[in-house]
């Protein structure tokens, strides 16, 4: 097979023969648009504001060129002429003027690209600047991205130059970033810190037992902790008539002592372990000792409340969320254990960041808002809880001293009490000791090489600061920030034509990984050789294999399927209170998606997976909420579905349903309109100014096919309509979080459905009109519901694929594929068909093309 470089060199070579100098149409052209086209698009008619008896033909001009491969995708899809039209073209007719027209505009964008490039000079994204730094200081802890402006988006992605502008605000940004960054990586002592061994006590945390008496605030039983010891009450340790705890004076006993809760951690019980904080930011390993446990039931008629005095075994496991939190409320999730009825010890890895505390979440049971809450997990005899012995703590868990960070900025220099009581470096030849650090910062922090002019730059805003009687230490960090908020770190430099092998490597990095490239990388480009077919594919394998791949998948499911807005609504406490305040389901539901992705990868799994699949990835609460047969525990794990499951792939996944919907109404325009542009990558154009949006009636008297049908009786919606509406009316039989129905909800009049919602408020909800799955494609193609949609879809896997690689391509170079490269994509799908188009492979193929190694 030939290099890929040799076709860009053909192409090239057309390019410089072919473009048309800004005049007519390709002959034979102009006969198909006078007899199909001028009708409507004439001076006196000029349907949709075009005229194209007096467009000219300049495909040279970006702007003029884009309306012509309008008007050639229009006809290839059977659009133009319209289908009311008496004389259609011949097929023969349509290809041979979409055969003109092709040449010409495929040669003006390889002019184009052949000049300035695919894409756009561009400085690195709030993403990639945090995992840059995290990879270059060693510190991946580090939380950088919430001190950075937030990005812009181009083509719904955060890569693209025509959006990543840079600012004297942003960058004054950036140069905090930098410092915060800095000094995190500086240690705060002379030594290494002991790794220490230290368990924690719920008894002696007082998050546990501050909440164990009523108060004027609170005189619900639901609302407060409970003593257990093993599976026993303690009501005179609850009464304060006998200590909290027997402390370290009895080992045995203290070691069956445990603080329980029948409520999930929420105003105003917040459980946390507030007698540790991370001394300092790092790695750690925290163990924690927890059990179900079975509350009995209160006094009748509130047999709902639970007797805090009556405590057995519990009767199955219960999942617990941990998160780390710092003032104030920063709370960042850090994995999940299930708590079984017998007391198990439960260990997961983190890193925190300096003083951090550990919060617990016993996440199934209910958050009670007021009033009158009935918890809807309270059986006749009991409801459940999770009782909480302790938690511990190793670390900090540190491989080298001192950190590879701080000997990357001060090599082997030591540290002292600076007169502040903090740490600095200290130095005997300051003047020396600043050129040879900074010089060797720059060779590894910069990408492209280093620049004598950038060193004496930087050395001088270091021997300033020097001069001005600035410490040894803040001098160097402000060489050091100028270094990381310069162009050369900051942007990416890239050359029209083909990349060279070091910008190579960053491009390979910041796709596969989201960051800067690693040594191997690095190596491999000083050698010349990256640019070799067989090392690019290992290098893509070895990149894939490695856990920072998750970064990719993160950031691009983040973008191509907006999961970064999963938490942006809440749904509404009324229609939706089974799904309010449930924090596991949002956080069950965008693991699916992202293990699903990850999954597909690995295993190098079909294209068609994106519509359907036979299986996907859950655990207790997503399989519960799909009306799944039962899958035990909290852990996320690939599950083979039904034969018969309106689940698989990701259209279906209540990640995607949640962030299509507001939280209160969902709408098939939207959902529809997603649909087409995120998996079939036919996006819609937007809406004609002035018509309004169709509002769901949440009253419930009118559906939302009923108020559509309406809406596409004017003939400006119509067109557009009958394409976004089809997919949208499937994804009806979902609600707002992805659960399926068969009837929509309303508030008002109406027989209130039996139940309580996770917030303990009775339904105020009942269901109305019936939910219509149907719908028919512009084709004329009918389908009943959403698995019959899905096979109709799936009969063009290579128009799935050629969206999934469009996608790719745009988050990998930061450029959109323009008319000029679709050959360039049909290649790389020709070269993965025999595989069914399987994602690792077409990843693998796209970093091979020459889309990603040409400018």
């Known amino acids: 097979m030939r290099h890929p470089r040799h076709l860009s060199a053909c192409l090239l070579a057309l390019a410089a023969v072919a473009v048309l100098p800004a005049a007519d149409l390709p002959a034979g052209a102009h006969s198909f648009l006078e007899h199909q086209c001028f009708d409507c698009h004439d001076a006196d008619s000029k349907k949709g504001g075009l005229d194209l008896t007096a467009t000219p033909f300049s495909p040279d001009d970006a702007r003029n060129a884009a309306l012509w491969v309008a008007v050639h995708d229009r006809v290839r899809d059977g659009e133009m002429p319209p289908k009311k039209k008496k004389e259609r073209p ?36 709030r993403y990639e600047y945090e995992n840059t730094l995290r990879d270059l200081l060693q510190a991946p802890w580090l939380q950088v991205k919430t001190i950075l402006p937030e990005d812009g988006e181009a083509h719904r992605f955060n890569k693209s130059g025509e959006a990543l502008d840079v600012s004297h605000v942003q960058m004054a940004q950036y140069l905090a970033a ?33 909440h164990m008496k009523f108060s004027e605030f609170n005189r619900s039983p639901e609302r407060a902790t409970f003593p257990v010891l093993g599976t026993a009450a303690q009501p005179d340790v609850r009464a304060a008539k006998a ?21 999930s951690s929420y105003e105003p019980i917040e459980l946390h372990f507030d007698r540790f904080q991370a001394p300092v930011a790092g790695h750690y390993k925290l163990r924690f000792s927890a059990y179900a446990v079975w509350v009995g039931p209160g006094k009748e008629p509130k047999w709902w409340e639970a007797d805090l005095d009556r405590v057995t075994p519990g009767r199955r496991a219960e999942p617990v969320t941990v998160s780390s939190e710092s003032k104030p409320r920063q709370v960042r999730w850090q994995g999940t254990f299930d708590a079984a009825p017998q007391p198990v010890t439960r260990e997961l890895d983190v890193w925190l ?61 030591p540290l002292r009490k600076a007169e502040d009581g903090g740490m600095e470096v200290a130095s ?39 001069k001005a009687g600035t410490s040894f230490t803040e001098a160097m960090f402000a060489g050091y920030s100028g270094v990381l908020c310069s162009p050369a770190f900051v942007c990416l430099a890239e050359q029209p034509g083909q990349l060279d092998d070091a910008a190579l490597a960053a491009r390979l990095g910041y796709f596969l990984w989201n960051s800067e490239p690693d040594g191997a990388l690095r190596a491999l480009a000083d050698t010349g050789g990256l640019h070799r077919p067989e090392v690019l594919r290992a290098q893509v394998d070895r990149l894939l294999d490695d856990p920072r791949a998750r970064r990719f998948s993160d950031a691009f499911l983040d973008y191509w399927l907006d999961l970064r807005k999963l938490g942006a609504t809440s749904p509404d406490a009324e229609l939706y209170p089974d799904y309010y305040l449930d924090d596991l389901l949002e956080e069950s539901a965008g693991l699916e998606t992202r293990l699903f992705f990850a999954e597909l990868l690995k295993s190098d799994l079909p294209a068609r997976s994106v519509v359907a699949s036979d299986w996907t990835m859950l655990n207790e609460r997503l399989a519960a909420h799909y009306g799944l047969p039962a899958v035990e525990g909290v852990a996320m794990r690939k599950v083979t579905l039904p034969a018969d499951s309106v689940r698989g792939g990701l259209m279906t996944q209540a990640s995607v349903l949640k962030v299509t919907a507001n939280g209160t109404t969902t709408s098939p325009v939207v959902r529809g309109a997603w649909i087409m542009e995120r998996i079939l990558g036919k996006p819609p154009r937007p809406p004609p100014p002035g018509v309004a949006a169709v509002e769901p ?29 089809p997919a949208g009316f499937a994804l009806e039989s979902f609600d707002v979080c992805g659960g399926f129905r068969a009837k929509y909800r309303a508030m008002g009049a109406g027989a209130k459905l039996p139940g309580f919602g996770k917030n303990g408020q009775p339904f105020a909800f009942h269901l109305a009109q019936p939910v219509d799955p149907s719908g028919e494609l512009p084709d004329g193609r009918t389908f009943s519901d959403v698995r019959a949609l899905k096979a109709l879809l799936l009969a063009d896997e290579r128009g799935i694929a050629r969206n999934l690689v469009q996608q790719l391509v745009l988050y990998a170079t930061g450029a959109v594929v323009r008319f000029g490269d679709r050959p360039r994509v049909e290649a790389i799908l020709d070269r993965t068909a025999a595989g069914h188009w399987g994602v690792r492979s077409l990843v693998r193929e796209i970093v091979l093309s020459d889309l990603f190694q040409h400018k």
């Open 353 to 413: 960041l300096k003083g951090e505390n550990i919060r617990v979440d016993a996440a199934r049971l209910f958050r009670s808002r007021p009033p009158n809450w009935h918890n809807p997990l309270a059986e006749k005899d009991g409801q459940p809880g999770v009782a909480f012995k302790w938690m511990e703590v190793d670390g900090p868990l540190i491989d080298q001293w001192p950190s590879a960070g701080q000997r990357l900025l001060f090599g082997d220099l």
């Open 90 to 125: 011949e097929p023969a007719a349509q290809q041979a003027f979409l055969a003109t027209l092709t040449p010409p505009l495929v040669a003006a964008d390889l002019a184009r690209e052949a000049r300035d490039g695919r894409a756009i000079w561009r400085r690195l994204n």
């Open 178 to 210: 930098a410092d915060y960054a800095l000094h995190q990586v500086l240690a705060g002592q002379a030594g290494k810190p002991d790794a220490t061994t230290k368990r924690y006590y719920a008894r002696e945390q007082g998050s546990f037992t501050g």
């Open 428 to 466: 005997d030849h300051p003047e020396a000791d600043a050129e040879r650090l900074l010089r060797a910062f720059m060779a590894r922090a910069l990408r492209q090489g280093v620049v004598e002019a950038d060193v004496q730059r930087f050395l001088g805003v270091i021997r300033g600061a020097l």
């Open 697 to 725: 009636d949440t009253r419930g008297a009118t559906t939302i096919r009923e108020q559509l049908a309406r809406h596409r009786t004017q003939e400006s919606c119509a067109a557009c309509h009958a394409k976004i509406d």
């Open 243 to 263: 200590p909290i705890t027997v402390g370290a004076a009895n080992p045995t006993v203290r070691e069956q002592e445990a603080m329980g809760v029948v409520a």
